[in-house]
């Protein structure tokens, strides 16, 4: 493809770039071929250019479209070069919060420098049998891989973990090991899982130390082999470790630490046993101080101090190991604290002052001699051929040796600590295959790069050259495999960097050669590398200014070592003679670690491949032992990393490789410079590489064609995908070395995928393009056809308005003759006035000018004052100025002065393009909102310019006006002087008329105020009386509402407070509940392990002579031990099961008898602890049961106590209120007699006689509902002490009074009768005592309580019923009371005349209703008489045809004389009783037929559904009835265990556990129905009720069962899940359900499933047939509704949490179009509850949750109400999955948007007040509790017939 056709204008290039390595810019022009430059635009819209090298005219790489970026796999990316590669990491790192990041077989792993929910045992679990490709990029998915090869191609496997100090390998590998630890579990009882994690803490302490670049950075290599069984359960491990860090011991550089155990040992000082070693804080030592700084940030050293211990004890190291190595650590802290002087005459010489206390403490603790031990540090042993000299040594080589000497003892306590490491994890089987994790040092250089730098870079190109030629094999093997033509591929090969470290002549042979040398040192060495290699080898140069120096050219960069120190570091020397003075040591540990001290083993000896020191000897040795001493550090090193290398080279690699964002260790902080240092390192870009030059991009064929069906037409569509894609690719790419068609694959070439991108995009735009044209054209044509029906409607209107307009002219014109008539008259009218007004508006204005001129006057004074104020200040602040203005130009001048120099470094940010993007952030903003204000304030300054005009215009009218006006007003001042002399003399006679006018109305007003205020007496005394009766009825009502009001807060509180207990106990139950299931499973699956150890002891037992243990004996010794404790009538029996162990001697040599001891007291101890907590929960039950009650009781009696205080309170209140009625009446009366007039209110008046009439009938009304009312309270009064004196009564005789007038009293004596001869005396009775009667007299008594207790309860109903009608009643009084209250006071209100009439009124409307109430009662009388009457007269003659046809047939001689015949009486059919006979013998027949050999198909079928637990159930009737407990044991027992058999060996079958969990439940509720407690009688028929159990009570037995039942149905939770967990990722995320909304996007080498339905992939219709069947299935099996509902809501919260599980996980399902899919799938199960009518079941609020995030990749997620909505939508997502969902929401196409990381923090601080749980992923293991609601049968036993099909011919029907 031409660089024209992809380098076009707005393509996107990078360029590179000193600060950010790469930038992104945009082409403004074409590019044509011999164009020397490029036109860009970078993202900030600055412009450049880019020049073309002439010679290799190279362009700059491509940009990926956007759609690619953020992929999981690099290798996904169409354009594959390194800023590719680095803007992928930084998008997924930055904006997703991703950190780790496929590349091809490659993991890369970014440190985020914060602790992630991403590693937790619901994570382990998600990614625990998927594939690589179908989650998201993850340690464990790595692990995950790497566990499945192992056990699907039998070979073993490595993860090898690389990368920076710092960049997290310690943690990668770890969660890999936890991962192993927690998916494989161990196979045996000794957890060795936990012995390899408890490793951890162990090796950190040891071996990790804190750096500048890591806080706790591994100091050491180790590759840990995890070894596995045939079952691939861990077994053990082994532990090899790989140059330690022996410096960091005596020497730390600034702000790094020594070894962590150091410092906890210092923080660990106050505990007792740590006294001894008289330790202080870790300043005080000089080896931990030499760093300055000593802690680390959010690290607990003593807490940590405390883990160690713990791994060491779970390890196998006991206490007293332990305080010997910590009493070594302390030796190591006390010996660095050794001062050495030099002597003052002899700079040779040194010496240790005497008594030095850190000596003393460093001999004590290590048990040596102080003296030796002072000696050897200050001098040294020579020996020659004949003599022995010792010569002293200068302080600085004493000091040289002391450190030496520490680091030489820690280092053989870090060998001896992994040994032991090794022997406690050693396997005690034999090892299958292992999976080796690889945690070891990345490449590294410093500043100063010395021989463990050197090591380090050698280590890594061994692993390079072994990762590409690995990489190399899998892109061969995958084009062999797709048979596409293969080209070889040019990559790096690092072998000649190898060959100059490591052959012959190499530089670790010469190293080694001079260490032998007698003068030998790092210059001669140095010298001999120059003259060996120096121009010979391209990759070794020689530095310019330094010749203690070399450089090497490694594969990630070149590298100058500095030669000083490599002599001694490689030699490790150590004095023999310090040596020899440790060995004579006390402590048994430090002697053997120097006892029989041989050189560094072989890994393959058994010993881990570690550093040894070479001890120099004061005596020649044999030729064997200096031979073997002659072996350096770099020698061992060497050897250990061929073994290494050879190790790997025979397992499958997998690679980990961990970067490091930036050096400053900040959370989630990208640093793109250190970055792509590392990238090029760790050999990423050369994966990278090695794809781009082949095929990078690869497809399969059913994938391409659903991404690019767009850009076929529909001729080239054909049934043939594989030719249909050939002949479409041939059209659009047209050299076809540009892609391959493989097998099932399509290979395209770098870039290929993008084009094709462009191409599907730039068709979707124009599809686009064309369906806007066609939508705006119809909304267009819309437009116009509805403007012109509104023009013809306008049109319409507007003419009717103008004839409307114009009839209304012509109303007006003559309406306007009329109004000039009058307003002629009105001018005349209004001229007189006009020219008053004018005279007193002259005069206000001449008044208002004086007052105005007065006020300017004293506001001028007081102007000059504030002015003379504000100078004056003016002038004083003016004066500070001056002086602060001086202290500021010093100030500036200074400040210039630094200005300057900070300028410089701006003028250098300046230049930068940051800079230039910060300042032109928001400038277009400002523009257009500076515009826009200019745009306003030019229309407010038109609108301003109109006014003004319009205001000129009203002006100058104004005062045209006014003109007008004056110049009338002077002439009518002529006129009104020549008529004022006519006006004074008018205005003398009008003030002689006033003057008369006053006196006679002050006459009228003096009578007209007599009479008014002796109305006004009157009328204030009737207000007043009438104030007093409203306030007095408004107190009544107050205190009436306050009473209901507080009833009715007293009984909402009690509400709530039951209603809140109610749900704390339920929630508490349901706790319980779980909690006991919980243990009953694992009860279950302890009880499971027995049997298969049980059943493996047999097996081993078989082959053995003697042994005759039958498989009936073994199923009856395991049915008496498992329930011995419910049947522990028989002593004996439990005895037996305890002693079965002990019956079998000869099993001992074959098994592992404390372990089986072990196991059987643990099953003892669960089901003591099970049995425990079933009469706990039993227990909590009734008590919740009998608060419940007692609450109820308590509130009923507060309610009634509550309700008769308010009915007396409210009798008081009436009768209070009649009497201040009462006294209202005689007040009134008494005062209409004296204040009324004589002639309205006269004594004899009618008026006052029809008042006085009403007012005494209303009187005495009143006397007698008074009356009525004492009467009920007295009655009240006398039932409530009757009711007190029945509740209590407890004298037994009066009891049985009451029982002797029951109606039957036949009934007492039968129940006593029947329980005499039925319960017969059982083995139990002798303890009562010989002849049981004092049991049956008890059981008799106890029966005739339960009678006299029901008959109370009649009783007590009875009396409930009557307090009722009595309630009734007096609530019909009150009503009638308030009634006539209300009739009264109404009364009061009216006119004489009213009240008669509506006293009237009312009583004929009492009347009326009475005689409507007679009449009724009168009607059904007459009915009943009628009906009787009929009956009667049927009856009689009836009767009387009876009597006549006897008289007809025999006559009176033969009724008196003839006898009697004998008659024939025919015997009735057999009256079966419900019941199954069988033999004692045929009981495993039963259990054989019944349960084992049953096929549930034919059952649920053909037969009545439960039929099982029928027959189950009669036949313990039949034992029940038989009074045979053992028989009923006997059954019971194996009935468990026959169904528990059944269940273990079809355990996987859906129908079988369905089956049996139908039929348990039936038998349980078959146990309840007939056990005679009355709470399961209730639906019982009277045959029911005779059919119940008579002897036994088999309450601990349903308990048994019930709990049978929850492990049923646990484990048919664990078959619906096996079934469909392979169904619910494919069908609810991956299969496209509504095809053609979601396209794919391009996937890299880690394929992810097919989303098309392929043959064998699952859809949602596999899932809702899956569905369907196992509804189908349990409702054959006839399960109870109220358990399926349970089920289904089980079912539907795996496949909700499973979904959701995955979508967290999955970053490409989180989509807006998976979005559409998910609530689509979602809505087909919900219209499948529909359809089964289960939408009460709780199911559908299951799948909340993912119907939440569904809807929340749908929405709108951009402004800050988006923000709102999603946080309150997203009720039942946590804070941590709304997060994760938004950070993985990831465009399909280019028209969608990703979320800003600015809406992503928006939603957590709007989230940050919920507390909800920060776990990630749902429990998908959860199980809800179950019960078992009672579900009584309606069938009849003795109707059921067993069929012949089920070979039960030996049960007989009784």
């Not at 032998?516 to 010298?527: E, F, I, N, R, Y």
């Not at 140069?541 to 050219?553: C, E, G, M, T, V």
């Amino acid at each position: 493809m031409a660089a024209s056709e992809l380098f076009t204008k707005f393509a996107r290039v990078w360029i590179p770039d000193t600060e950010d390595v790469w930038k992104s810019a945009e082409l403004l022009k074409d590019y044509k071929p011999g164009d020397t430059v490029l036109h860009l635009k970078f993202e900030d819209e600055q412009e450049t250019q880019h020049n073309i090298d002439p010679q290799t005219k190279e362009l700059p790489p491509l940009r990926n479209p956007d759609i690619l970026v953020g992929e999981n796999d690099l290798t996904a990316l169409s354009y594959l070069h390194e800023p590719a590669v680095l803007h992928n990491l930084k998008v997924r790192f930055m904006d997703s919060k991703l950190i780790y990041t496929y590349c091809g077989i490659v993991l890369v792993a970014i440190n985020p420098y914060e602790q992630l929910p991403i590693y937790g045992e619901d994570i382990i679990n998600a990614y625990s049998g998927q594939n690589m490709g179908d989650m998201d990029p993850h340690i464990f998915a790595v692990a995950e891989e790497a566990y499945k090869q192992m056990a699907r191609d039998e070979r073993n496997q490595s993860i090898i973990v690389s990368g920076e100090s710092g960049a997290g390998k310690t943690v990668s590998a770890k969660y890999a090991m936890r991962y192993f630890a927690t998916v494989s579990g161990s196979a045996s009882e000794t957890n060795v899982e936990e012995k390899v994690l408890a490793s951890n803490p162990i090796m950190e302490s040891i071996g990790n130390a804190k750096t500048t670049r890591n806080d706790n950075s591994s100091r050491f290599g180790k590759y840990i082999e995890i070894g596995f069984d045939k079952r691939y359960r861990i077994i053990g491990a082994n532990m090899r470790t790989y140059l330690l860090e022996k410096s960091r011991v005596v020497f730390q550089a600034e702000d790094e630490r020594n070894y962590h155990i150091l410092y906890q040992l210092c923080a660990s000082k106050h505990l007792p046993e740590f006294k001894a070693l008289r330790l202080s804080n870790a300043e005080n030592f000089h080896y931990t101080n030499l760093g300055g700084n000593p802690m680390i940030e959010g690290i607990d050293d003593a807490k940590e101090m405390m883990n160690t211990r713990q791994a060491c004890s779970l390890l196998g190291i006991n206490d007293s190991y332990q305080m010997g190595v910590f009493h070594i650590l302390a030796a190591i802290l006390h010996l660095g604290n050794v001062t050495i002087k030099s002597n003052e005459r002899d700079a040779d010489n040194c010496f240790i002052p005497p008594k030095t206390e850190h000596l003393i403490i460093f001999c004590e603790l290590l048990g040596v001699d102080y003296e030796q031990m002072s000696h050897w540090l200050c001098h040294r042993k020579i020996v020659t051929g004949s003599e022995t000299y010792i010569k002293p040594m200068p302080k600085f080589q004493a000091i040289n040796a002391r450190d030496a000497l520490a680091k030489h003892i820690y280092a053989s306590l870090f060998n001896w600590i992994v040994l032991h490491v090794n022997q406690a994890l050693q396997a005690s089987v034999k090892q299958h295959s292992f999976i080796g994790v690889l945690d070891i040092y990345g490449f590294e250089t410093f500043e100063i790069n010395s021989f463990e730098q050197f090591c380090i870079n050698y280590a890594n190109e061994k692993l390079q050259q072994q990762f590409n030629m690995h990489v190399f094999k899998l892109e061969q093997e995958e084009y062999m495999k797709e048979q596409i033509p293969w080209t070889l591929i040019d990559f790096y090969d690092n072998q000649p960097c190898i060959n100059l470290i490591e052959a012959k002549l190499g530089i670790l042979d010469l190293l080694d050669e001079e260490c032998k040398m007698p003068k030998g040192s790092d210059d001669t060495w140095a010298q001999k590398l120059y003259n060996t290699h120096l121009n010979k080898s391209a990759l070794f140069y020689k530095p310019r200014l330094s010749n203690k120096a070399f450089i090497i050219q490694h594969f990630a960069d070149k590298v100058e070592y500095q030669c000083e120190g490599f002599l001694e570091k490689n030699k490790d020397t150590v004095y023999e003679e310090q040596i020899t003075v440790l060995k004579a040591s006390k402590l048994n540990l430090l002697a053997e670690l120097f006892q029989d001290e041989k050189p560094a083993t072989s890994p393959t000896e058994g010993r881990p491949p570690v550093t040894r020191a070479t001890v120099k000897s004061a005596k020649p040795r044999s030729l064997q032992a200096s031979k073997e001493h002659k072996k350096s550090v770099g020698h061992q090193f060497r050897n250990s990393l061929h073994l290494l290398m050879e190790t790997l080279n025979a397992t499958t690699p997998h690679y980990v490789r961990c970067i490091k964002p930036n050096d400053d260790k900040l959370a989630f902080t990208f640093d793109p410079k250190r970055a792509v240092q590392q990238l090029r390192a760790c050999g990423v870009l050369e994966t990278i590489r090695i794809s781009a030059a082949g095929f990078p991009s690869r497809w399969t064929y059913q994938e391409f064609f659903n991404r690019y069906r767009v850009l076929m037409k529909q001729k080239d569509v054909l049934s043939d995908k594989k030719l249909t894609c050939k002949n479409v690719l041939e059209k659009l790419i047209k050299d076809e070395d540009k892609y391959q068609f493989g097998k099932t694959k399509i290979f395209f070439r770098a870039g290929q995928v993008a084009y094709l991108e462009k191409l599907r995009a730039d068709k979707l735009r124009a599809a686009c393009i064309r369906i806007q044209k066609t939508i705006r054209s119809w909304l267009q044509r819309k437009k116009y056809l509805r403007m012109r029906n509104a023009a013809i409607t306008i049109q319409r209107y507007v003419r009717g308005y103008q004839a409307r307009c114009y009839a209304q002219f012509l109303r007006r014109t003559r309406a306007a003759i009329i109004i000039q008539k009058y307003q002629r008259m009105y001018a005349a009218r209004q001229k007189f006035l006009r020219i008053r007004s004018a005279t007193i508006v002259i005069q206000s204005f001449v008044r208002g000018f004086h007052g105005r001129r007065q006020y300017k006057a004293i506001l001028r004074e007081q102007k000059a004052t504030i002015l003379q104020k504000h100078v004056r200040g003016w002038m004083a602040k003016l004066k500070y100025r001056r002086i602060q203005h001086a202290i500021v130009y010093l100030q500036c001048c200074y400040r210039r002065m630094m200005a300057k120099r900070e300028l410089k470094k701006l003028k250098i940010e300046a230049r930068s393009v940051e800079h230039y993007k910060t300042l032109n952030i928001g400038m277009e903003n400002k523009i257009v909102q500076l515009q826009c204000k200019v745009n306003n304030q030019t229309k407010e300054i038109k609108s301003l310019l109109e006014k003004l005009s319009n205001l000129e215009v009203v002006y100058t009218n104004d005062t045209e006006k006014l003109r007008t006006e004056v110049d009338r007003l002077r002439v009518n001042e002529e006129n009104a002087k020549v008529s004022s002399n006519k006006i004074t003399s008018l205005l003398e006679e009008i003030a002689i008329l006033r003057k008369e006018l006053k006196e006679t109305q002050a006459q009228k007003k003096h009578l007209e105020e007599g009479a008014v205020k002796y109305k006004e007496e009157t009328e204030l005394m009737v207000s007043q009386l009438k104030e007093q009766n409203t306030l007095l009825k408004n107190e009544k009502e107050d205190l009436n509402l306050q009473i209901q009001e507080q009833a009715k807060e007293i009984t909402e509180s009690m509400e709530k407070r039951m209603e809140e207990e109610t749900k704390q106990l339920e929630i508490d139950l349901n706790d319980e509940r779980s909690r006991y299931q919980s243990l009953l499973n694992e009860f279950c699956r302890l009880e499971e392990r027995y049997d298969n150890l049980k059943e493996e002891i047999s097996l081993v037992n078989v082959l053995k002579p003697g042994h005759r243990r039958t498989d009936s004996t073994h199923s009856s010794n395991e049915s008496e031990y498992t329930y011995n404790s419910l049947l522990s009538s028989e002593p004996g029996e439990a005895e037996d099961g305890t002693r079965r162990p002990e019956d079998f001697p000869e099993q001992r040599g074959a098994l592992d008898m404390s372990l089986f001891l072990k196991l059987q007291k643990r099953v003892t101890e669960l089901e003591q602890e099970k049995q425990a907590l079933q009469e706990e929960l039993d227990r909590k039950e009734e008590q919740a049961l009998r608060s419940k009650a007692k609450e109820v009781e308590d509130q009923r009696v507060k309610a009634r106590g509550a309700e008769l205080e308010y009915e007396s309170l409210k009798r008081q209140e009436l009768e209070s209120e009649n009497k201040k009625l009462k006294n209202e009446l005689n007040e009134l009366h008494r005062a209409l007699n004296e204040k009324a007039s004589p002639h309205v209110t006269a004594p004899g008046s009618p008026a006052y006689k029809v008042l006085l009439d009403q007012l005494t009938a209303s009187s005495e009304e009143l006397e007698v509902r008074k009356e009525e009312v004492l009467i009920l309270r007295s009655q009240l009064v006398s039932q409530k002490e009757a009711m007190a004196h029945k509740e209590t009564m407890t004298d037994p005789m009066v009891l049985l009074e009451d029982v002797r007038k029951m109606k039957d009293q036949g009934e007492i004596t039968q129940a006593y009768l029947g329980l005499k001869e039925t319960n017969r005396p059982t083995q139990d009775c002798h303890l009562l005592n010989e002849d049981g009667e004092l049991w049956m007299a008890y059981q008799g008594l106890k029966q005739t309580n339960r009678l006299l207790e029901s008959q109370l309860q009649g009783q007590k109903k009875n009396y409930e019923n009557e307090l009722e009608i009595l309630r009734g009643e007096v609530q019909n009084l009150k009503e009638e009371i308030n009634r006539q209250q209300q009739l009264l006071a109404q009364n009061l209100q009216l006119p004489p005349e009213a009240r008669i009439e509506a006293s009237l009124q009312h009583e004929i409307t009492r009347l009326t209703n009475e005689n409507l109430d007679l009449m009724e009662q009168l009607e059904k009388q007459d009915k009943i008489v009628r009906k009787l009457k009929k009956q009667l007269k049927v009856f009689a003659k009836k009767i009387g045809e009876l009597e006549v046809g006897q008289t007809e047939n025999v006559s009176p001689a033969q009724l008196a004389d003839e006898p009697i015949r004998p008659v024939n009486i025919p015997r009735k059919e057999k009256d079966f009783q419900g019941m199954l006979e069988y033999k004692k013998d045929d009981e495993l027949k039963l259990i054989k037929n019944l349960i084992l050999e049953l096929k549930p198909r034919g059952v649920a079928v053909n037969l009545i559904p439960g039929l099982p637990a029928y027959i189950l159930f009669m036949c313990v009737r039949h034992a029940d009835y038989i009074n045979d407990d053992q028989r009923v044991r006997s059954l019971l027992t194996s009935t468990i265990n026959g169904i528990k058999k059944i269940l273990k060996k079809r355990s996987d079958d859906f129908e079988i556990v369905s089956f049996w969990l139908s039929n348990t439940c039936r038998f349980l509720h078959c146990l309840k129905q007939y056990s005679g407690e009355e709470a399961f009688m209730k639906h019982n028929t009277p045959r029911q009720n005779d059919h119940c159990l008579r002897n036994f009570d088999l309450a601990e037995y349903r308990q048994v069962i019930s709990d049978l039942a929850i492990q049923i149905y646990q484990q048919l939770t664990k078959v619906m899940e096996n079934i469909l967990q392979p169904m619910i990722v494919s069908g609810m995320l991956e299969h496209e359900t509504i095809q053609g909304v979601s396209g794919l996007k391009p996937t890299g080498l880690r394929k992810r499933t097919s989303s098309v339905a392929d043959e064998g992939t699952y859809t949602l219709d596999s899932i809702v047939r899956q569905l369907n069947n196992f509804h189908s299935t349990m409702c054959q099996h006839g399960m109870d509704p109220e358990l399926i509902k349970q089920i289904v809501r089980q079912m539907f919260y795996i496949i909700g949490s499973v979904t959701l599980n995955n979508l967290l996980l999955r970053k490409d399902m989180c989509s807006w179009s998976k979005g559409m899919q998910i609530r689509y799938n979602v809505s087909q199960l919900e219209e499948w509850l529909r359809d089964k009518n289960l939408q009460n079941s709780g199911a559908k609020e299951t799948l909340e949750p993912l119907i939440q995030a569904a809807q929340l990749l749908q929405v709108k997620k951009k402004t800050d109400e988006d923000a709102e909505a999603i946080c309150s939508m997203c009720s039942n997502l946590t804070t941590a999955q709304i997060v994760k969902v938004l950070n993985l929401y990831t465009p399909v196409n280019e028209f969608e948007e990703r979320v800003t990381a600015s809406f992503i923090r928006t939603i957590q601080v709007r989230l940050q007040n919920r507390k909800d749980s920060p776990q990630l992923l749902m429990d998908a293991k959860f199980i809800f509790p179950v019960t078992f609601p009672f579900n009584p049968s309606s069938l009849a036993l003795e109707s059921i017939q067993i069929p012949s099909s089920m070979n039960l011919g030996f049960l007989l029907r009784v």
